[in-house]
């Protein structure tokens, strides 16, 4: 199955004999059978036929839109198939204050362990002082949790924790790129604006996903439900996020993918964003990244990391349907 990523300034997308095709100046880029598409993501100025969004709409396929600088926008998509048994679920399991209590607990103990093994395997290669008490302080936060503390307390150690957690890691980047701290909005220096980037396509992934098993995307455990938030998707991220993003990005930095030339100058509000003909170099890397095969630890299964992504909502749904007492998350191995 594959991700239409349309980047090509005044790029036309259109259907043809059962195919999307990409055209720029008439000219034919690339075309993709209709069936194998999930989704289609658009950056910056491109142009869809009304064919092209009827075949999605009909197929349930998103439509993704970007900002030229990778900036999400907003999303065009059929009406959301949420099942209704699901949906019901959902509703009576986040008035469940100890079902959300121990589901919160999973997530934020899975994050903060995957991060700390992150750190481990980095800086066997590169040891420093930093890291090492980050390591050892990350340690701890996870031992707080053995004592099951109430949600705010929960969300108080994943804070604390990722508060750490970036301390350690921007001791591992080299070259020319510093990293002081994490800042979301907007994005300060290079390296936030590479983390930004990949945690916004790593949350549409999982969104598809989601949506696609029939759960509604606002019904979670550690991140509250409020409207327009997307809550278990949230949840479901923190386990990926130093798997899949923060390595990559290591990896960026360290074997020097990209270049100052490869971003924008700050701007009046200080924000750096990749230039839109870098954007189809990370593009390139992300999709191999998902492609990676490893072993899915609850079914010993080899799979790629996109797969994982789609056997954890059906973890999650085991849970909430109750043919499981709690969600297993995704752990990284040491």
């Not at 065009?76 to 607990?105: C, P």
């Not at 591992?172 to 979301?184: A, D, I, M, V, W």
Request: charged letters at 25%.
């Amino acid at each position: 199955m594959a991700t239409i990523y349309v980047l090509e300034y005044g790029s036309y997308l259109k259907v043809q004999h059962q195919k999307f095709q990409v055209l720029q100046q008439k000219k034919l880029l690339f075309q993709v059978p209709v069936r194998e598409v999930t989704n289609i993501i658009l950056f910056g100025y491109c142009h869809l036929s009304h064919g092209a969004v009827q075949t999605a709409l009909f197929r349930k396929i998103p439509i993704i839109y970007y900002s030229s600088q990778g900036y999400y926008l907003g999303c065009l998509e059929s009406k959301t198939q949420s099942k209704v048994t699901y949906l019901t679920e959902q509703v009576r399991r986040a008035e469940n204050e100890n079902f959300v209590r121990q589901q919160a607990e999973i997530i934020v103990r899975a994050k903060l362990r995957n991060a700390r093994i992150l750190l481990m395997r980095i800086n066997r290669r590169r040891p420093n002082e930093v890291t090492n008490k980050t390591i050892t302080e990350l340690k701890k936060i996870i031992k707080c949790l053995d004592v099951h503390p109430p949600l705010a307390s929960l969300r108080g150690y994943e804070g604390k924790g990722a508060r750490i957690y970036f301390q350690g890691l921007s001791k591992l980047f080299k070259g020319e790129f510093s990293f002081n701290q994490r800042t979301l909005r907007p994005p300060k220096d290079p390296i936030n604006s590479l983390l930004g980037f990949g945690y916004t396509l790593l949350c549409q992934e999982l969104i598809s996903t989601i949506q696609l098993a029939g759960l509604h995307t606002d019904y979670g455990n550690l991140h509250t439900p409020r409207n327009h938030h997307p809550a278990l998707v949230l949840d479901l991220m923190e386990e990926f996020r130093a798997q899949i993003v923060d390595s990559l990005i290591v990896y960026f930095v360290n074997k020097k993918i990209f270049s100052q030339e490869d971003f924008t100058l700050p701007d009046e509000k200080g924000a750096v964003y990749l230039k839109q003909e870098s954007l189809k170099k990370f593009l390139k890397y992300w999709s191999e990244k998902l492609s990676t095969e490893l072993t899915h630890p609850p079914t010993q299964r080899k799979v790629t990391l996109r797969t994982c992504l789609k056997l954890q909502v059906k973890e999650y749904i085991s849970c909430l349907m109750g043919k499981s007492e709690n969600y297993q998350p995704m752990l990284w191995q040491k």
